[in-house]
């Protein structure tokens, strides 16, 4: 396995690892947000499969029932609902992410439902109460899996697929490392590509791959990588962006994306295996302490901080913010983003993009060459 087999399980959402695991009897449940424990599914039996619309640019089925006042990413995602391309999914799980995901999700509640359909309310603050709280959603969510899919969630199972989620994201951590050299290992738009393969395979399946692909990676070096860039801001799944932007003459060398390193960096945290606990609690600790989502309130100084561990780690020497248009969470905290990392005398460029749109690229492409050069010509 390598980048061919990353390719392979990108370029479709119905891949052949899904098709396979169905076909054998197992069952497929969708997700979007990062507040979402794939280990309750896995402990289930139950395949997670992270919603996403693969840069799909029509959205006419959506437009009916969602305004174009909401970011294209989340009406891409309706449209592939309502046109039958996730029909092979057996269920979803909606969460409060956005509101306009949240929009998303009712639509396709209400016009194409699902035969397992579960809200997760994560909430939007820290602290004991709201640990509590999620604490019992997720109890809610493994009473509503057990009772669908006639299973029985032990704690030694949930206890396992814990322990696989953490071995996963320490090989995506170190993957990462092979990115901060002088001359990178990997470009950004594989490292992305291999974070968007997890949503669409088996754990078991995705820890042999990335097994591969960090031997693959280890002796591989990028000739003339260029300007050291790092991309931070919008819930995009576009490695065509990546590559737009590295086309310049840099290298992503560090992301803080929704769909990349946002999603397993700072979900490790470590357990001691003879302490005993309440995996469910352990779980909520996990993906509520662990969330730098814009979304969260009072927790922009965390946020700054992981955009600032990223550039120490990979030596970033500019940084680019990026949000779909109409999004709002990402839109405010880019802008607060910039202020305090240029105060900190990091040059940032913020980009205002259309989901799914190659027609932009070429705007993108001019912005971004003017930015590099800029930090070419800085003493």
Known sequence: MDMDSVHEINRTLQNQHVRDFRSAGGKVVGYTCLFTPVELLEAAGVMPFRIRAMGHP???????????????????CLQLALDGTYDFLDGVLESNGCDQLRGMFENWQYARPPAFFHYLKAPHLLGDDALD????????????????????????????????????????????ALREPERPAMTGSEALEVVLAGGGVGAEVYEALLDRLAEVFAH???????????????????????AAIESMGGVVVADTFC???????????????????DPLRTLAETYLGGSRCPRMVDEFDGRLAFVLEAIDGSSAQGVILVNNKFCDLHGFDNALLRIR???????????????????????????????????GERP
């Open 58 to 76: 029509e959205t006419d089925l959506a437009d009916a029932r969602l305004s174009r006042f909401n970011c294209r990413f989340c009406r891409s």
């Open 220 to 242: 591989r070096r990028i000739e003339r990588p260029g300007l050291r860039l790092l991309l931070g801001g919008a819930a995009s799944d576009e490695p065509a962006l990546f």
């Open 133 to 176: 709280h999620f604490t019992f959603e997720l109890g809610r969510l493994q009473t509503a899996l057990e009772s669908h899919f006639g299973v029985t969630i032990t704690s030694q199972k949930l206890t396992d697929a814990m322990d696989r989620q953490r071995r996963i994201r320490r090989k995506l951590i170190a993957l990462d």
């Open 341 to 375: 990392l240029e105060d900190l005398g990091v040059p940032v460029l913020c980009l205002e993009k259309e989901y799914g749109s190659p027609a932009d690229h070429g705007r993108l492409r001019t912005r971004v060459q003017a930015f590099c050069e800029r930090i």
């Open 259 to 277: 769909f990349g390193a946002r999603s397993y960096r700072p979900l490790v945290i470590d357990r001691d295996p003879q302490a005993q606990s």
